[in-house]
């Protein structure tokens, strides 16, 4: 009899778990905040007078693109020069044709030195003279090498004084100008926007049911409206003591720019269990926490 009525308290235990708010798959819709996938503050590597800035704010950029010239009127100098040098070929061919001429004269003095007609003293002048000519040769092609290692470095100067972007987004600010110096301060803040980072801040209760690759839909507030469908690809795996929270970043793909960063929004998981979203509010609101 006790055994009966044990089973039937571990049955009602069991029902009542399974009929919970908080069982696995009821995930909540849930606030969240559109951001810039990476905000980049681009300088100089060098020190120098800008010469021109080739944006402005609010231009799109393209990864590689030439945003800031510094003046390099002496870098551009140095690398004709180093050029020039490079192709100075006047030196090697002298010394060429000196060891060519000593092996020729090497050659008939053998054949004189084997006939007895020189001693061995005037012979071995004419070997000393052709080994010169050779090491003569060999140091006009290090000579040579060190030119184009001139050059190469010359080059790499000049390219450092042209600043690029790296990466593909739009000009969020500027704040140099042409005639302003180039130092460790940021000339242009740049942002990507393709893809954006939607980020999420989650109640403890539900940790351990967001996955990484899990999908879901995010619904951005006005101006702009419509479903969005990004994925989970960073999940915090320690919670925030003090809130009792911990964060999601989830990737929205943003190809044509329709979303700026910034915009608030709220976010359905979709739960592989329940192969559905849910749609209550959740207490723990995004804008209460930041």
Same mark, same amino acid.
């Given at each position: 009899?006790?055994? &009966?009525?044990?089973?039937?308290?571990?049955?009602?235990?069991?029902?009542?778990?399974?009929?919970?708010?908080?069982?696995?798959?009821?995930?909540?819709?849930?606030?969240?905040?559109? +951001?810039?996938?990476?905000?980049?503050?681009?300088?100089?590597?060098?020190?120098?007078?800008?010469?021109?800035?080739?944006?402005?704010?609010?231009?799109?950029?393209?990864?590689?693109?030439?945003?800031?010239?510094?003046?390099?009127?002496?870098?551009?100098?140095?690398?004709?020069?180093?050029?020039?040098?490079?192709?100075?070929?006047?030196?090697?061919?002298? *010394?060429?044709?000196?060891?060519?001429?000593?092996?020729?004269?090497?050659?008939?003095?053998?054949?004189?030195?084997?006939?007895?007609?020189?001693?061995? *003293?005037?012979?071995?002048?004419?070997?000393?003279?052709?080994?010169?000519?050779?090491?003569?040769?060999? &140091?006009?092609?290090?000579? *040579?090498?060190?030119?184009?290692?001139?050059?190469?470095?010359?080059?790499?100067?000049?390219?450092?004084?042209?600043?690029?972007?790296?990466?593909?987004?739009?000009?969020?600010?500027?704040?140099?100008?042409?005639?302003?110096?180039? &130092?460790?301060?940021?000339?242009?803040?740049?942002?990507?926007?393709?893809?954006?980072?939607? +980020?999420?801040?989650?109640?403890?209760?539900?940790?351990?049911?967001?996955?990484?690759?899990?999908?879901?839909?995010?619904?951005?507030?006005?101006?702009?409206?419509?479903?969005?469908?990004?994925?989970?690809?960073?999940?915090?795996?320690?919670?925030?003591?003090?809130?009792?929270?911990? =964060?999601?970043?989830?990737?929205?793909?943003?190809?044509?720019?329709?979303?700026?960063?910034?915009?608030?929004?709220?976010?359905?998981?979709?739960?592989? =269990?329940?192969?559905?979203?849910?749609?209550?509010?959740?207490?723990?609101?995004?804008?209460?926490?930041?």
């Amino acid at each position: 009899m006790n055994k &009966q009525k044990l089973l039937s308290a571990l049955t009602v235990l069991l029902l009542t778990l399974l009929a919970s708010p908080a069982s696995v798959g009821e995930i909540p819709e849930m606030d969240c905040l559109i +951001e810039p996938y990476m905000v980049v503050d681009v300088n100089s590597s060098v020190v120098g007078k800008i010469e021109t800035i080739a944006v402005e704010k609010s231009d799109l950029v393209e990864k590689g693109q030439t945003l800031v010239e510094l003046e390099s009127d002496v870098e551009r100098a140095t690398v004709e020069l180093a050029r020039a040098r490079v192709d100075m070929d006047a030196e090697l061919r002298t *010394h060429k044709t000196s060891y060519a001429f000593a092996k020729r004269k090497l050659s008939r003095f053998d054949g004189l030195y084997r006939d007895e007609v020189v001693p061995l *003293h005037k012979k071995d002048e004419v070997e000393t003279e052709t080994n010169l000519a050779a090491l003569q040769i060999r &140091q006009a092609k290090e000579n *040579h090498r060190l030119a184009e290692l001139e050059y190469e470095r010359a080059v790499v100067q000049l390219e450092q004084r042209t600043v690029r972007s790296p990466i593909t987004g739009v000009v969020v600010d500027r704040y140099k100008a042409p005639g302003e110096f180039a &130092q460790d301060e940021p000339i242009l803040r740049l942002a990507q926007l393709d893809p954006l980072n939607v +980020e999420v801040i989650v109640p403890a209760s539900f940790f351990g049911q967001i996955q990484t690759g899990m999908q879901a839909n995010v619904t951005p507030e006005a101006p702009k409206d419509g479903n969005y469908t990004a994925k989970v690809t960073i999940v915090d795996r320690v919670v925030d003591a003090s809130s009792g929270t911990f =964060g999601v970043r989830l990737e929205l793909p943003n190809p044509d720019y329709k979303l700026p960063g910034g915009l608030r929004c709220s976010v359905s998981f979709q739960t592989n =269990g329940a192969g559905m979203q849910t749609s209550a509010k959740s207490p723990n609101r995004l804008a209460a926490q930041r």
